[in-house]
């Protein structure tokens, strides 16, 4: 028993625990924008992906809409909801930067909200389309180096609703990675959970300029 509870331990830390699980059973969402600039200049462009493309003007874009525990999150769940058509896919390209994106979603996250794919999508979109990304970020044009906790305060800033202890702020290496927003299921801005609290404190966090 003890060595069981060990592990559980160990897999309730991780978040792994959780593959596998039934849909619909979630506390939170976890709203995720990723900065495409830095994604694009990492792997984006070997993918050939549509956000990378000289003009295309992405800054945030949606990463996904992520259920949630309180503690660790499901991912991959069993559900008797039908995959999303390519058109349902490639609608869903103008927020998520490739209709592929899309499918990867659906796959490990959408799954799990026990929504049907359109339901899912719609409500993907719905929270994207609720946060203001902040100017700034949409019209960056030049490279800058600035203290991660800057772009958690620019948010909070354009988006009075939201709260310290709901958004989060990500980093891969030297760059900003993403933006994470904590929301209820009726996506309503609510305080993060203990494993989505890890924030990059980063004083010279880079942002690629849009392009």
């Not at 310290?164 to 299921?185: F, N, Q, S, Y």
Request: hydrophobic letters at 40%.
């Amino acid at each position: 028993m003890r060595l069981f509870a060990i592990c559980a331990a160990v897999l309730l830390a991780s978040g792994a625990f959780a593959e596998g699980e039934r849909a619909g059973r979630f506390d939170y969402y976890v709203l995720a924008l990723s900065w495409s600039p830095g994604w694009c200049a990492t792997e984006g462009r070997d993918r050939d992906a549509r956000q990378c493309e000289p003009g295309s003007g992405a800054s945030f874009v949606l990463h996904g809409l992520w259920p949630q525990f309180e503690a660790g999150w499901p991912s991959d769940c069993r559900s008797a909801s039908r995959d999303p058509s390519r058109a349902q896919t490639a609608a869903m390209a103008d927020i998520m930067g490739s209709d592929g994106a899309a499918w990867h979603q659906w796959k490990k996250h959408g799954r799990c909200s026990g929504l049907a794919a359109a339901d899912y999508y719609a409500t993907a979109r719905q929270a994207y389309e609720s946060v203001a990304i902040p100017v700034a970020f949409q019209e960056l044009a030049q490279d800058v180096r600035l203290p991660a906790a800057a772009v958690e305060a620019a948010f909070l800033a354009a988006n009075p609703g939201l709260s310290p202890e709901g958004v989060r702020v990500t980093c891969a290496g030297e760059r900003i990675d993403e933006l994470r927003i904590c929301l209820t299921k009726d996506l309503l801005p609510r305080p993060c959970g203990a494993d989505v609290r890890r924030d990059c404190r980063k004083p010279d966090a880079l942002m690629e300029r849009v392009r």
